[in-house]
């Protein structure tokens, strides 16, 4: 759960970059003289980026059997995503890690087309709102992000670029298979002239869904069998985008987006009911001059509407609706950047502000089991303002040496907090914070081939609004306190590493180190600070024979993060193309006056290695075969192996394959977890959540151009 405080929405311009660049002829998924942006504002072949970067394109995501980006981006280096599937954990429960950061809150930014994706009061990702067919390619930067990027990008970015139009065209996709699972979309572009195109992309994806929870599981030391109420969770979603691109003269160019999505979803227990509801609108309008400059102009507002329900058992078979939570959540921002490029040793030179505004709240509402509302609605809250300020320049002081610099200053404020959670703080007081974060990319091209670069860079995460104010209860766990208080997380570190690149051959392996400060965790209550209220009995229940578990978020740890990574994408030649890729992960906790039994210990959620694989086939006729393999080594639920809180190792393959039947109509195969591997996925201290079973889903694409 928590929230993202986005500082920069300077990612339009980079978007809109990203679209006009071309690329090599290869369009296969190993494209290494693509074009890429995201790792240093300017536009440069991915072979040539002074920096730790992944690009996966759209001919991948497409090709493989994954349901959500997440499942496609499990196979990228670095990437330390949770384990189950994009629509069988609580919404809340998409809480990612990058770079061997715990994944107890998301640590990394996703962007698609400028906008962020992680949630504006929570930070948790909702990978459903990101259609896999309307996505052009997706840049992965590893590292510290602040300085270009702003305040969720502590560990990296992931920037979706969407599909712009460039001609008239029409693409549909339906499939239907295992578990009542079904897609349908369709994406439809129409040039109307040079100057003008539309497109529209609609997406509808569902399922029945499977048995989530084992049989029984042990945690803190108990057994706990599964409930009969326990059902399959189910998943629906819907996104519906539109697109005006327009480029009135041959300097000026522009777009407008209306995006909406929503689920729903049905989570363990027939009255687990969840659902959301987001629009959003964003726009750009950039300005090229004579002299190699330009000026960005871009604005999003993100209007979102998100209800659970949480139910609870009474006894081993019956349940009752312990508490709802209604969380509406406004989210704008826009940015104004100016870039120059110039043919001297200062290649190019970046200037932007940016400013970002959230506001929204939890409305909580807490039953008893006769139905009856045990305390008037809970209102947990507040504001956020983040202004900020960035400075960029790219130089050749020698032939082959490329250095990037950058620098943020970023100032944000909380205000209009509330946590009336009894029995209630009421009213906060506003709070401001500022921030300085630097980084620099070096890179130094031995030869044509090889290459040699590092960086140094420093970041920080700010509490989401979440984590401020919002205190909530459970009755089968505990009672979870905000904090109003709370410092940023700030990371400190850097990397080396070498680039190889041949013709059809990209590689790069990378050595980092972070230090995490301000970590923020729990404490425990002491029995003076006991709420009475809700029935919750902090500490030992004798009713229920449980420990429930009574905190308070604070900034109490400190920790190491450090690991190794490769990957190299081969396009082998005769139809073939392969990739690897591997990570080593060091991380681990290096203070905690709080839990010092914690020192030592594994951050939460990471596993120590990842290693992953694709081979693809392209026959001259058309027809194509595909798999990719993850071999991902165990994990913890939190810092306390004992716990029991354990993520299996696993081993996963996925399998696809099509074959054009027409020249306009391709049938295709696709099977996730061909072996049928079981493992719990996920492990926070509830019931645990298993991988995704052997699912096979088959179905028709239309592509008329």
């Not at 519906?240 to 929503?262: C, I, K, M, Q, W």
């Not at 139905?371 to 032939?399: C, D, H, M, N, S």
Request: charge should be negative.
């Amino acid at each position: 759960m928590k929230s993202m405080l986005l500082a920069s929405t300077c990612a339009f311009a980079l978007t809109n970059a990203a679209h006009a660049q071309t690329v090599a002829a290869n369009d296969g998924p190993n494209q290494v003289d693509e074009v890429v942006v995201t790792a240093s504002r300017t536009a440069e072949r991915l072979r040539d980026v002074p920096a730790s970067v992944s690009v996966v394109p759209a001919a991948q995501i497409k090709d493989t059997p994954a349901q959500g980006l997440n499942d496609t981006l499990r196979l990228v280096p670095g990437m330390n995503l949770t384990m189950i599937g994009p629509d069988v954990g609580h919404p809340t429960a998409y809480n990612e890690g990058m770079r061997g950061l715990p994944t107890t809150e998301t640590r990394f930014l996703v962007l698609m087309d400028g906008v962020p994706v992680n949630d504006p009061f929570f930070g948790y990702i909702q990978w459903n709102r990101i259609p896999l067919d309307n996505i052009d390619r997706v840049e992965i930067v590893r590292g510290g992000g602040s300085p270009l990027w702003g305040n969720t990008a502590m560990g990296g970015v992931v920037n979706v670029i969407t599909r712009a139009p460039t001609s008239t065209e029409l693409d549909v996709d339906a499939a239907g298979g295992s578990y009542g699972s079904y897609r349908a979309s369709a994406y439809g572009a129409y040039r109307v002239s040079d100057q003008f195109a539309l497109s529209l992309n609609t997406a509808f994806s569902g399922t029945a869904g499977y048995q989530t929870t084992p049989a029984s599981w042990t945690s803190y030391g108990s057994t706990t069998l599964r409930s009969p109420v326990y059902t399959p969770t189910s998943f629906n979603a819907r996104n519906v985008g539109l697109r005006a691109d327009f480029e009135p003269s041959s300097d000026l160019t522009g777009f407008l987006v209306v995006n909406y999505h929503s689920n729903d979803q049905v989570l363990s227990t027939p009255i687990g009911l969840d659902s959301q509801q987001t629009w959003t609108y964003s726009g750009q309008i950039k300005k090229t001059f004579d002299n190699g400059g330009a000026l960005t102009a871009t604005a999003f507002h993100d209007d979102s509407h998100f209800v659970t329900n949480n139910p609870h058992l009474l006894s081993f078979t019956t349940e009752y609706n312990s508490n709802v939570h209604t969380t509406p959540v406004n989210d704008t921002g826009g940015s104004l950047t100016w870039s120059q490029d110039l043919p001297t040793i200062l290649k190019s030179y970046s200037l932007g502000v940016d400013v970002h505004a959230i506001s929204g709240e939890d409305d909580a509402q807490y039953y008893l089991p006769s139905g009856a509302l045990a305390v008037p609605t809970i209102v947990g809250g507040g504001k956020q303002l983040f202004v900020g300020g960035f400075a960029e320049v790219r130089l050749e002081p020698v032939k082959r040496l490329e250095i990037v610099g950058s620098v943020r200053y970023q100032y944000y404020r909380n205000f209009d907090g509330i946590d009336t959670f009894p029995p209630a703080i009421g009213a906060i007081p506003a709070s401001s914070k500022t921030s300085t974060d630097p980084r620099v990319n070096v890179r130094y091209a031995v030869t044509d081939s090889l290459a040699l670069r590092g960086a140094y860079y420093q970041s920080f995460r700010a509490p989401t609004l979440d984590q401020l104010y919002r205190t909530y209860a459970d009755t089968t766990a505990g009672i979870y306190e905000g904090n109003p208080f709370l410092k940023p997380e700030t990371l400190e570190g850097g990397e080396v590493g070498l680039d190889f690149n041949r013709p059809g051959f990209r590689s790069q392996l990378t050595f980092y180190s972070t230090t995490i400060t301000n970590l923020i965790t729990q404490r425990n209550l002491v029995p003076s600070e006991y709420p009475t209220t809700l029935g919750v009995v902090c500490g030992y229940d004798p009713a229920t024979y449980a420990y429930l578990t009574c905190t308070r978020n604070i900034n109490a740890a400190s920790a190491l993060a450090r690991g190794v990574e490769f990957e190299a994408d081969w396009n082998v030649g005769h139809g073939v193309t392969a990739g690897l890729a591997y990570t080593y992960t060091d991380s681990h906790y290096t203070s905690n006056p709080e839990d010092p039994t914690a020192v030592g210990e594994r951050l939460e959620g990471v596993p120590m290695h990842n290693v992953s694989g694709h081979v693809a086939y392209q026959a001259p006729a058309g027809w194509r075969i595909a798999t990719d393999l993850r071999w991902v080594s165990k994990s913890y639920g939190d810092a306390h192996p004992d716990d029991g809180l354990i993520q299996n190792a696993h081993f996963v393959m996925d399998v696809s394959g099509s074959y054009p039947l027409t020249r306009y109509l391709q049938a295709y195969v696709q099977i996730q977890n061909l072996t049928n591997s079981r493992y719990i996925a996920q492990n926070g201290g509830g019931a645990p959540i298993l991988g995704t079973p052997f699912e096979v889903m088959s179905g028709f694409r239309l592509t008329l151009r």
